[in-house]
Each structure stands twice: as structure tokens, then as C-alpha cells.
């Protein structure tokens, strides 16, 4: 008898080429699967919590300073466990150093990037799922260059333990501090790599020193709206926010805009979200990126507003960032202004995002790990 291995609904559908694996990593495994490791290299299954604890509750990356490990095999343990996975390329900052985007190298060569952003109450960091993207918005830089590959759960973790390093250190504007919350709004499609993200979010908020203790509710896991992946993860028990890429209310617009839209309509998409907000009693965030005389009508404004109202949702008005290539721009002031008015008057709460991190490529779709940034980027940090 033959059997195939268990698949999410989105890697059925958008499975990316196969590739040589990142190297295992402690992230990757729950705690029963690293004790199991360890066995398997001839150590102590005790050595699983030590090493988790200076990963997930220590922030160490120096095996000289676990010294509760014996000297003799520090190095090999933390090689075995602990592999680099992720190599910085490049750090740009901006908001006074309060905005730090950084470029990393994957053990391949593929490149990805995540940002953090501190606001006086929060810290986030916004990372990739995936070295590039399948998904081919238009307007995204991320789907120009299409897919590499997935993300494996340590890569995607390591990019919030790296800024959790940078902030325990001071080594971020406005002196130490912790990562707050987890944005999957870097590069990438997250439900597309069901499973890599999932174990993720379960390393982000398994309790610390087994994960980083961060609460689920600060995770956001940002989709296109790729139904059977959110169906799933509703099933999850998990209390992680769903943000939903929207950008039309209109089956013909969003055909175009999210092509994966010709899969999902609209209306399947939104009741899926209903779904999810009604298991998990969590808010769907709406993300709309507000395009010049594209989506930005009156008549639009009100058909978002008449299939959103009432229900447990919030709107993410997102003025469209540049990226290179795109003959799009943002929503005149005036329109962006009558937009907010026509959803509050169907009593849908809205937000406009801030556009932090457009001076270095690093807001919303502005991802695109390019490597020509090297040569061409200002002010890379000291
Ligand atoms: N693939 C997921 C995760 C990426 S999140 C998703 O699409 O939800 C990145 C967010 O930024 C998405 O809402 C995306 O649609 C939006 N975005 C992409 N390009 C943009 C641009 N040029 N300006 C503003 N927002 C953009």
C-alpha cells in the first residue's frame, strides 16, 4: 500500500519547486521532536530544554557562552541544533533608526527580507513566509519576480529572534526593548506554506523558554484569501488574527487585482473570514491598498462598506506604496478622504496605515529582497 504524505489545502494547490531543505533547526521541531533529536545524536533529551532555553528565552548565538552545556561538544550541539540559517546582507533604517529593514541571505542564496517597526506602544515585526511570492498581484513588488521557495518554520522564526536580539541588545532606536507582535505581511503568501507557518506560530507562542511566549493574539497572518487554508486554520484552535488582502469589492477588479480571486470570489472569501471571526472571536482585518481611480471610486467605497457592515471586522486603508515598474499610484487625498467617510457611514471601523519604512522599500508590497538595493540604497546602518 502506498500512501502520500498529509497536505495542507493551500500547498496542494500552489506547492513551490522543490528544493535542497534548509538545514534542521531547533526551531522547527516541538519539544518532544528536539528532545527526540538529541537522542538520536547520542546527547541527554535534558539538552532539548537547555538549548531552547538560551535560543527562545536567552537570545544566545555564541555556543561558547552556553555554558551549561559540556565544553567538549558546545560547538557540535549548537551546530546540530542551532544551524545559521539566515545571513544579514544588508540593514537599512529610517524614522530615526526606529524603522530597521533588513535583507537576509538563506542558506542557498535565496533572499528575503523583514522589518521591524517600533511605535511608542508596540514593536513588530513584519516577516517572510516565503523567498518570494506566487500570488502575481500587480501591484505587489514581491510578485513580480514570482516564487523560489517556502520558508522552512526556522527560517521564518529566526527573522523574530534576530530582531529580539537587536532589541534586547539597545541595539534599536529608543533603547532596549521586546518584540511585541508578528506581522506574515512580509514576502510571501503564509497559507500558501501551511505548515512551515504554522509551526511558526506555534514557536512564537508556545511559552517561553520552549518558544518566545508572545500571546496569539499579536500574531496577524495576512492571506490573499485562499479558502481551504483558512478554513483550516480557523480549525486550528489558535487565537492568531486574520488579516485578508482585499483590495476590491467587486469580483471583475479583484480578478485583476489578486488573480487567485478567478479561484475564490469574493463572497467565498468573505464568508470564510465570517467563519473565522466567529470561531475565534477575533476581528478580520480588511487590507485595502488605495489605488488611484483603480479601486478608489464612491460606488466601490460603498459596496465595501455594504458587504462588511456589521460584522466583526476592521478595514486597513493602505495609501498604495510605489514599487518600480508599476504605472499605479495612490488615491488623491480628497478620494482617500470620501473613502474613510463612506465606510464610517456604514459603521465600519477604518484605519489608514501609515506608510512606514516607503523611504527604504520597506512598507506594504515594497519587498522585493532585490539585490540591486546593495548598490543602490542609502545609509546602510553603522
Ligand atoms: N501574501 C499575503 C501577505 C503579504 S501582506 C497577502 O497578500 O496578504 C502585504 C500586504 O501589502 C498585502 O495586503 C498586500 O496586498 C499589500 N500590498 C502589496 N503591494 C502593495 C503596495 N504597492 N502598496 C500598498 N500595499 C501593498
Known amino acids: 500500500m502506498t500512501t502520500t504524505p498529509a497536505q495542507a489545502p ?128 500587480p501591484f505587489c513588488a514581491t510578485g513580480q519576480a514570482g516564487l523560489t521557495r517556502n520558508m522552512s518554520a526556522g527560517e521564518i522564526v529566526e527573522q523574530v529572534v534576530a530582531g529580539a536580539r537587536m532589541l534586547r541588545r539597545g541595539q534599536v532606536a529608543g533603547g532596549p526593548g521586546r518584540v511585541s507582535n508578528v506581522v506574515f505581511m512580509g514576502m510571501g503568501e503564509p497559507l500558501a506554506n501551511y505548515r512551515a507557518v504554522l509551526s511558526a506560530v506555534r514557536r512564537l507562542t508556545d511559552p517561553s523558554p520552549d518558544g518566545l511566549g508572545l500571546s496569539q493574539r499579536s500574531i496577524t497572518v495576512s492571506t490573499v484569501g485562499l479558502v481551504p487554508a483558512i478554513d483550516k486554520l480557523a480549525a486550528e484552535g489558535l487565537n492568531v488574527t486574520l488579516a485578508v488582502s482585499l483590495h476590491a469589492p467587486d469580483d471583475e477588479l479583484r480578478d485583476t487585482l489578486v488573480p487567485v480571486n478567478t479561484r475564490w470570489k469574493v463572497a467565498e472569501v468573505l464568508d470564510a473570514a465570517w467563519s473565522y471571526a466567529a470561531t475565534t472571536k477575533r476581528r478580520i482585518s480588511i487590507e485595502y491598498a488605495l489605488i488611484r481611480d483603480i479601486n478608489d471610486q464612491a460606488w466601490r467605497a460603498d459596496l465595501l462598506g455594504r458587504l462588511l457592515r456589521g460584522r466583526l471586522v476592521h478595514v486597513n486603508l493602505i495609501p498604495l506604496n510605489p514599487t518600480s515598474g508599476s504605472k499605479w499610484t495612490a488615491s488623491r487625498p480628497g478620494d482617500e478622504r470620501a473613502f474613510v ?35 543602490t540604497a542609502a545609509e546602510p546602518v553603522g
Open 10 to 137: 493551500g500547498e496542494l494547490v500552489f506547492a513551490a519547486p522543490r528544493r535542497a531543505k534548509p538545514p534542521r533547526h531547533l526551531a522547527d521541531l516541538d519539544p518532544a521532536a528536539r528532545r527526540a533529536a538529541l537522542a538520536e545524536l547520542g546527547e541527554k533529551p535534558f539538552r532539548a530544554a537547555q538549548l531552547s532555553r538560551h535560543y527562545f528565552a536567552n537570545l544566545v548565538d555564541d555556543p561558547a557562552a552556553m555554558t551549561d552545556l559540556p565544553a567538549g561538544n558546545r560547538t557540535e550541539l549548537a551546530a546540530a541544533m542551532l544551524p545559521t540559517l539566515l545571513t544579514p546582507v544588508r540593514e537599512l533604517t529610517c524614522d530615526a533608526g526606529t524603522t530597521v529593514k533588513t535583507l537576509w541571505r538563506l542558506f542557498d542564496g535565496a533572499l528575503v527580507e523583514s522589518v521591524l517597526m517600533r511605535y511608542p506602544n508596540r514593536i513588530t515585526m513584519c516577516v517572510s513566509s516565503q523567498a518570494g511570492c506566487g500570488m502575481n498581484c
Open 341 to 375: 467617510e463612506t465606510l464610517e457611514q456604514h459603521s465600519v471601523p477604518v484605519t489608514v496605515r501609515d506608510t512606514r519604512g516607503r523611504e527604504i522599500d520597506g512598507a506594504c508590497g515594497q519587498l522585493a529582497a532585490d539585490p540591486e538595493q546593495l548598490v
